[in-house]
């Protein structure tokens, strides 16, 4: 049914039921409560494609999701990011999609097709690469957008991004305040930019205590159990072996556990463990991992105001202020971390 079809129903000019649909003040109420109760009934929705083109607006953000097969399609963070973001996006009628570039797909390319085919208001894009030509064709473009992350790449634009920095920092003073000297750091492989930014907070935070960098303690696996397997196979397979490990990603957890385990060693004896975002698989384990909590889904609201401050069509300001924040994060202690083994 169009339109049309739906004004002809109820005998009313196409201006009108568009005005009611639209919930402009100067509809009647009954006249609103008919057009609304009509298109329920009657089942009309709205040509989408038609109304962006004439207001300039899909009603619509994307986010942008790249996945591999060796980690969870989305973690627990991303979970909670989601849901904050599709919160704040829904209170202000805007829907979220997300789209999921493959393993198989060329991020630049894949972010380019997308921006051709103006699908969204605008993008968020999360994974951000330490140097990232994404962020600087959206700059070039011109194109609204937000990144969950920080990068080196492209001029000032919206990001918000967790606290790394602090997170190194605590876990450091923590683990040193209890004996430790030969501190392990399992960073992220690949060329995401959290990765070495946590690396650079660890390096820093081990310089403040007066203890020097050991590239042979800074591990690069995948963000997943298996990453964590294999971190348990090359730490037991060290003949100095670290006493206590830092991990940028809280579900290798399991899988350094268990790796442990099997060659004997009992986690949070032989070795100290931090994990980072605290995360609901963390609750079988036993001891309970040393991680840092965060308010995830008031990040992901946060990630869309960034994000809308920048879009024309729904931006409140003139000249809003550029989004740049470091999310905070606070540490919640368990029984994997203590004193290191005599």
């Not at 986010?63 to 919160?87: H, N, Q």
């Not at 000032?156 to 450091?172: N, R, S």
Request: hydrophobic share 40%.
């Amino acid at each position: 049914m169009s339109i049309r079809d739906l004004a002809r129903h109820l005998d009313l000019s196409i201006g009108t039921v568009s005005r009611a649909l639209n919930g402009k003040s100067d509809v009647n109420p009954e006249t609103r409560r008919r057009v609304l109760a009509a298109a329920d009934a009657l089942g009309y929705s709205p040509n989408q494609s038609g109304r962006s083109l004439r207001q300039g607006a899909t009603g619509m953000i994307a986010l942008i999701l790249p996945t591999s097969r060796k980690m969870a399609l989305v973690d627990t963070i991303f979970m909670e990011v989601l849901e904050g973001l599709r919160s704040f996006l829904n209170d202000r009628k805007l829907d979220l999609m997300v789209l999921l570039c493959g393993p198989e797909e060329n991020s630049y390319d894949y972010l380019r097709r997308v921006a051709a085919r103006r699908i969204a208001d605008g993008l968020i894009i999360a994974e951000t690469q330490r140097h990232d030509p994404r962020i600087d064709y959206l700059i070039e473009k011109k194109i609204p957008f937000a990144a969950f992350g920080r990068s080196q790449s492209g001029g000032p634009h919206p990001w918000v991004d967790l606290a790394f920095e602090q997170v190194a920092d605590a876990a450091v003073s923590r683990l040193v305040g209890l004996g430790h000297r030969r501190i392990a750091l399992a960073a992220s492989a690949g060329e995401v930019n959290y990765g070495y930014v946590f690396a650079e907070a660890y390096r820093e935070a081990l310089a403040r205590h007066g203890l020097p960098l050991d590239p042979k303690l800074v591990f690069r696996v995948e963000n997943s159990e298996e990453g964590g397997y294999e971190l348990g196979a090359q730490i037991v397979g060290m003949k100095r072996r670290p006493t206590a490990a830092i991990l940028v990603n809280e579900i290798m957890a399991v899988g350094l556990y268990r790796r442990l385990i099997e060659n004997g060693l009992v986690p949070g004896r032989d070795l100290s463990i931090i994990g980072f975002q605290e995360e609901p698989s963390g609750r079988f384990l036993t001891p309970k991992v040393t991680c840092f909590r965060t308010t995830l889904a008031a990040l992901g609201r946060r990630l869309g105001e960034a994000l809308l401050a920048t879009v024309p069509a729904h931006a409140r300001e003139e000249e809003p202020p550029l989004v740049q924040e470091l999310w905070p994060m606070t540490i919640i202690p368990g029984e994997s971390d203590g004193p290191p083994p005599n």
